[in-house]
């Protein structure tokens, strides 16, 4: 009888606890991606540049903060996810004067400000405006 007892105790523990933790696990952040990415490519003038952005990056972090570098300034905000739509908002950036390196950190500012999806191309994360690609992204090792 205590061996039916505590079965039906250890089962009713199972079934109350697995649910409360798989949800504290989810969290409002896409796992997909969060991580730190080099940039290779911004679309500029209709057209994709792909150019060696040497030390540019994108990290989008766990909680809702992504930071960015080009060359010379620091680029900051908030990013969320909901319904599979990617806001990024709340744009900072230093202000430093870096003649070689403003133009790609103006591209990057109005690029990232319309941004509202991501897809995942051959390993490469795009970040997007509906379906036109603004972004691309190489996971950083």
């Not at 540019?56 to 300034?73: H, L, M, P, T, Y």
Request: aromatic residues 12%; hydrophobic residues 45%; glycine residues 4%.
């Amino acid at each position: 009888m205590k061996f039916c007892s505590l079965f039906w105790v250890l089962l009713v523990c199972i079934f109350c606890w697995l649910p409360l933790s798989s949800c504290a696990q989810q969290s409002t952040k896409s796992p997909l991606i969060v991580g730190k990415y080099k940039i290779s490519a911004m679309l500029q003038n209709q057209k994709m540049r792909k150019k060696a952005f040497k030390n540019s990056f994108i990290e989008f972090k766990k909680a809702d903060d992504f930071r960015a570098f080009v060359g010379c300034n620091q680029i900051g905000g908030h990013w969320a996810i909901k319904n599979r739509q990617l806001t990024i908002h709340d744009l900072v950036r230093t202000e430093m004067y870096c003649e070689q390196w403003m133009t790609d950190e103006d591209l990057l500012l109005q690029l990232l400000s319309k941004v509202n999806t991501w897809k995942w191309v051959s390993g490469k994360l795009v970040l997007c405006q509906g379906k036109k690609a603004l972004i691309t992204l190489i996971q950083d090792e």
